[in-house]
């Protein structure tokens, strides 16, 4: 770890992208057992489709990101502001304005190139949709 001046540690950027294994272990910590938890409650499946979209996207961009190195943040961001949008129509398209602000963010951070974004949106847009779909919470 790096540290500034301050005395402030920071993270490694890179730190997932190093460590995949670290990343699989955390999506499948996290994600799994909380869906199946929410499941045996009897959660509304709207509830459990968010969570399961998001676990899905944060697993496949894991994938990904061995072989390529596309947006963790804009695929996960743009997973839940796609989970919004289902569930409450289109007044929740508002939260969509914030994919390209983040993007750009990332962008002139340094952190991607147009395509890893992109690439990122596509991903978390898309797997999110499928999980929602397949649940038949998409009308």
Do not use: D
Not at 98 to 106: D, E, K, M, N, V
Request: aromatic residues 12%; glycine residues 6%.
């Amino acid at each position: 770890m790096a540290t500034r001046t301050s005395g402030t540690r920071i993270t490694h950027r890179a730190l997932f992208r190093e460590q995949p294994r670290e990343m699989f272990f955390l999506v499948c910590l996290f994600s799994l057992p909380s869906s199946l938890i929410l499941y045996s409650f009897k959660a509304p499946l709207s509830i459990i489709a968010t969570l399961v979209g998001l676990g899905s996207t944060a697993l496949l961009i894991t994938f990904i990101n061995l072989r390529y190195r596309a947006s963790f943040h804009l695929s996960l961001f743009t997973s839940v502001v796609t989970s919004v949008v289902i569930l409450f129509g289109l007044p929740a398209l508002v939260a969509a304005a914030f994919i390209p602000l983040l993007g750009i963010s990332r962008y002139q951070l340094g952190e991607h190139t147009p395509l890893q974004l992109v690439t990122g949106f596509i991903v978390g847009f898309a797997i999110t949709a499928v999980v929602f779909q397949g649940m038949n919470l998409i009308y």
